[in-house]
């Protein structure tokens, strides 16, 4: 029962004031359909995307990079490419390249990008006046987006390219300089290649034997005296080729790890710059259906704002008229007992406040 008196409370007091309905629906209503058909034709151009996983763009130098599952890379790009698509430095590129006279805060008030969680799509949906402009701004939008991405990306093989750039220039000098501490030894021991010596002297000194031992057999006393003479000499040449050996060996080495090293710093630069071109291309961002120019306007949504108008102006209506209820009777009643409608528009202000 106090149930259907409090709801035909309410009922009275907004049947009082029902022309604070009309004026403010008919005022709501008319002044969305003055916009609706004084508005500007809408144009919308859009660019499909398809992202992949990309590949790693760090150049590994000492051991492998851990890497995240193919859907949590795809994820971390799509959201990064759209920060790069919303961003500043973007919108001005894009301003620059069609010579635009606006702001980047006017072009991005322009473009919207959806994302869809369940797929690799990307869509950069690009709104204007102007069917033409749409689609310019849409393709050269994306367009400068990619080769920023790609620019980014490619920094860390450019910065590692650049270091092995550095490197690679001192182990070429390394090399050269054990390449030229082996030439001087040569020179100043009169040895070409140390072991192929010591075989050569070696072997002079088994055939200077073998002439001895046959000059004895023979009785010829003077012949193997001579012989071992020779023997003696190369023999003691050969000893002093043998000291060299150590000197010889440790040349050869630093020479042989200056290759190394050479080597392995020439790939990872041929890495590098393989990196730094893949990144710059961002291949695995893929247009799949550019910018189109639109064939007609976006139809607008007058029938929707029409009703969302009409709801909000029957919701202001009803706190307008609580409102009056409530300090009209306060005015015109100081001191004295609240009439029931004035009690019941008090407590339902006193339900909203809460």
């Not at 919303?86 to 894009?94: E, F, G, H, K, L």
């Not at 310019?136 to 080769?147: F, G, M, Q, S």
């Amino acid at each position: 029962m106090a149930t259907d008196e409090g709801l035909s409370t309410y009922l009275r007091i907004i049947l009082k004031r029902w022309w604070l309905f009309v004026i403010i629906t008919a005022v709501t209503l008319g002044f969305i359909a003055y916009r609706s058909l004084t508005a500007s034709p809408v144009y919308v151009a859009a660019v499909r995307m398809q992202v992949s996983a990309p590949e790693p763009a760090e150049v590994s130098l000492y051991g492998g990079y851990a890497r995240p599952g193919v859907r949590d890379e795809i994820a971390f790009t799509k959201y990064g490419f759209n920060e790069i698509l919303m961003s500043n430095t973007v919108a001005w590129r894009t301003i620059e390249a069609l010579n635009l006279n606006m702001t980047s805060d006017e072009i991005l008030r322009m473009i919207s990008v959806q994302m869809a969680s369940n797929a690799d799509f990307v869509v950069v949906t690009v709104t204007a006046d102007d069917a033409e402009l749409a689609k310019a701004i849409a393709n050269t939008h994306v367009d400068a987006a990619l080769r920023y991405l790609g620019s980014l990306r490619a920094k860390p093989a450019k910065a590692t390219r650049e270091f092995l750039e550095q490197q690679l220039a001192l182990a070429k000098k390394d090399l050269n300089d054990a390449n030229e501490a082996l030439k001087k030894f040569r020179m100043d021991s009169n040895v070409g290649s140390l072991d192929r010596e010591i075989e050569s002297f070696q072997s002079v000194i088994t055939q200077l034997r073998i002439g001895r031992d046959t000059a004895l057999g023979k009785g010829q006393m003077d012949e193997a005296a001579r012989l071992d003479a020779l023997i003696a000499k190369r023999e003691s040449e050969l000893q002093a080729m043998v000291g060299l050996s150590s000197q010889y060996s440790n040349l050869t080495a630093a020479i042989n790890q200056a290759q190394e090293a050479y080597g392995l710093l020439l790939n990872k630069e041929t890495e590098a710059k393989l990196k730094e071109n893949q990144a710059s291309n961002v291949g695995f961002i893929q247009i799949v259906e550019p910018a189109r120019t639109p064939a007609a306007p976006t139809p607008p949504r007058t029938t929707n704002l029409l009703m969302m108008g009409a709801l909000a102006s029957i919701a202001a209506g009803i706190l307008i008229s609580f409102l009056l209820e409530y300090f009209g009777g306060s005015r015109a009643k100081t001191g004295e007992e609240k009439s029931p409608d004035e009690k019941e528009a008090l407590e339902w202000l006193g339900r909203t406040r809460v």
